[in-house]
């Protein structure tokens, strides 16, 4: 299993407690449009996913992250 789909079970896991809606998530599901959450579900999130990969992510780089794609994205590089 490459580094990048470990890394996208996990996001994907850390999101499922968030996924009030139920979809189906994949890389190119959007946290604010599909998801639907507000800034306070993004913070908790984030929160998560810095504990979980011992990262920080800063709020410029927050702003650009759209997708789970792009965040997973994102994570591989800090974690790299």
Known sequence: MSDRTQI???VLELIE???KKGIVVT???RFAQDLEWDSLT???FVANIED???VLISMNMQAEIETV???VDVLGK???
């Open 42 to 44: 993004v913070l908790d």
């Open 27 to 29: 890389e190119n599901t």
């Open 17 to 19: 407690p968030f996924n």
């Open 8 to 10: 996208i079970v996990k």
């Open 52 to 54: 979980e990969f011992d």
């Open 69 to 71: 794609g792009q965040l």
């Open 78 to 80: 800090l974690t790299a």
